[in-house]
């Protein structure tokens, strides 16, 4: 019974810190799977008023940064989106990542099979329309053909060439499928580089030995320069460089420290329990260690024995541990609401399983060391004056030794509850937004003709797939968005400031950057997001109607401090580019 209550206590501890670090080195530790990652940074602009926030790069800066840096080795720029694949089977909804052709060489990974793309077929211009297709993409969809570079694809909105093959595993960022140049995708929108065009995230390489504050203040000096280049568009925004793997893991560290600061707490509370009943166990083999003792063993002997087992009990408490965080990092992944990228990859690696021998080493000394020094201290002459029930002193010292543990045992358990309960509470932040029973579909649709005429179309098709769903039995609601919450996804739009109507140029500037989406009239009722004052969209708010524009709570306090925001105006954009004056008709529940 024993050792059926040590080995089930030492399973869960180990077996809970083994998942929760698999999760960790998947998420934070695992190494990048490109050429010198330490050398990556990303650089994002932030807004000298709050600079806590970030926001995309203009491919305008990103060439300024790539003729005047010299600090840095390559640039790279990418804005992902989404598209369907209409080409050699059903239509399939893919992850497409507009990219410059210096990300890859940035990266340091080259297609397996064909080539990167070229200058020329990234220029207004060009021999644009060239595609590049992640592994798995080529698998599943095209059977892994080795001719299919120099082969037409057709998606959606157009139809590439494929130039290249990606190896496996790669699919940066996140889980992208197709990569197509900067300008085939602009050349659709009919769009340009402008200065104040921030839709990109910008990746670099930094030179050997180059610190990450000697390129923040390289960046930062040509971003002043920017400044008094372009005071329309950069007078209150400047750059940030960060190493890659912090601007892509920093919304997870909070929550994945505070699990391994409590799951490392369980291990202690159960190393403390086992102690306790090493200790009580000590009690009965006192008489054991005496003898030993009376026929020749040395203390060092005595220890020994009692760590060898100890240290036994605690390796096979691993293995059952192990056991346990095989099913617990099956299920963990299930439980992320959101696909991760590829490389962070949640699994019982080698890493794992170091830890957890580590882990189980660690314990049997921590609870064996002890009861083995307490149970060798033996006096010969005492214990075996008095018997089986050893001296009051060794009593009295074996009373407080388990008073202590018992202390320390309920000390960790309130300190584990009470990190857990922090969890709980990020977890528990109120997004805005109720999600359950809602899901969602992508779509890219796409027709031909003149740009008001695809609008035109685009929009009747929208139309037709809500009424449709709709009525569908059990649809409450439906509504559609170019940018659902938390998935990630950064267009354009979502990076545009925000500028409120008033009377005096002081309440006429502009308040702070926001974020925008754009949505279809029963969206906020889909995703059960109140509205506080006014109304919602309408099928009356069109184009040819006056303009109007719904803020969240947050945004109308921000932008018209101690007064209504219903009935004013705002309108958005960048310095020198903004869209039409709208009035604000609603007020809706924040969303994170």
């Given amino acids: 019974m024993f050792t059926l209550t040590v080995l089930a206590t030492l399973g869960v501890g180990i077996g809970a810190n083994t998942a929760i670090f698999s999760v960790v080195y998947g998420m934070l530790l695992r190494p990048f799977p490109y050429h010198d990652p330490e050398r990556l940074v990303k650089i994002n602009m932030y807004p000298l008023r709050n600079p806590k926030n970030e926001f995309s790069v203009s491919l305008k800066d990103m060439e300024d940064f790539q003729q005047q840096a010299r600090l840095f080795e390559s640039f790279g720029g990418y804005t992902p989106s989404r598209v369907n694949l209409v080409s050699d089977g059903p239509a399939a909804p893919l992850v497409q990542t507009l990219i410059t ?131 329309k568009t950069h007078s209150e925004m400047l750059h940030r460089v960060q190493s890659l793997r912090d601007a892509e893991t920093k919304q997870l560290r909070p929550y994945l420290a505070l699990l391994t600061v409590a799951v490392a707490l369980v291990l202690l509370i159960c190393c403390a329990n086992v102690a306790n009943l090493m200790l009580a166990r000590g009690a009965r083999l006192e008489r054991e260690m005496t003898i030993r003792a009376a026929l020749g063993a040395s203390r060092r002997t005595l220890v020994a024995r009692l760590l060898t087992e100890s240290l036994v009990l605690s390796l096979s408490g691993g293995l059952l541990g192990l056991m346990l965080a095989s099913l617990l990092v099956a299920s963990i992944p299930r439980l992320i609401p959101q696909e991760l990228p590829v490389w962070m990859r949640i699994e019982l690696d080698p890493a794992a399983l170091t830890f957890t021998a580590a882990v189980s080493l660690l314990a ?108 569908l ?34 309440e006429s500037r502009i308040r702070a950057p926001a974020n925008f989406i754009d949505i279809t009239p029963r969206y906020f009722e889909a995703m059960n997001i109140p509205l506080l004052e006014g109304r919602t969209f309408n099928e009356n708010d069109t184009q040819k109607a006056p303009q109007v524009i719904i803020l969240s709570q947050r945004a109308a306090k921000a932008i018209f401090p101690g007064r209504t925001a219903l009935g004013n105006e705002v309108r958005a954009g960048t310095p020198g580019h903004w869209d039409p004056w709208a009035t604000v008709v609603g007020i809706v529940g924040n969303v994170k």
């Fill in 101 to 231: 052709p210096g990300l890859l060489p940035t990266l340091g990974v080259a297609p397996v099979l064909g080539r990167n793309f070229l200058p020329d077929e990234d220029r207004p211009g060009g021999d644009i329309n060239k595609a590049i297709l992640s592994h798995s993409l080529w698998m599943s969809r095209f059977g892994g053909d080795p001719k299919i570079v120099g082969k037409s694809i057709r998606t959606a909105m157009t139809t590439y060439t494929v130039a290249g093959v990606m190896p496996p595993g790669f699919a940066f960022p996140a889980r992208t499928d197709l990569w197509v140049t900067v300008e085939s995708g602009l050349a659709l929108r009919k769009d340009t580089r402008r200065r104040d065009s921030r839709g990109a995230q910008i990746v670099a390489r930094l030179r050997p030995g180059v610190t990450l504050a000697a390129a923040q203040a390289e960046i930062e000096s040509i971003g002043r320069e920017l400044q008094r280049l372009y005071p």
């Fill in 473 to 506: 039995p059990g649809v409450v609601a439906v509504g559609g968005t170019d940018n659902f919450p938390f998935t990630g996804v950064r267009t354009e739009r979502s990076t545009l400031n925000i500028e409120g109507k008033g009377d005096t140029a002081e």
């Fill in 364 to 471: 049997g000394l921590l609870f064996g060391v002890a009861p083995a020094f307490r149970s060798a201290r033996v006096n010969l002459n005492e214990v075996l004056k008095e018997g089986a029930t050893g001296s009051g002193r060794s009593s009295l010292m074996r009373r407080a030794l388990v008073t202590a543990e018992v202390a320390l045992s309920v000390l960790l358990l309130v300190s584990a509850a009470l990190l857990m309960k922090s969890f709980q509470n990020l977890l528990e932040v109120d997004p805005g937004f109720a999600p359950e029973r809602v899901i969602t579909v992508s779509m890219s649709p796409y027709r031909p003709g003149t740009n008001a005429e695809r609008i035109d179309q685009v929009c009747q098709y929208y139309r037709e797939v809500i009424r449709r769903l709709e009525e």
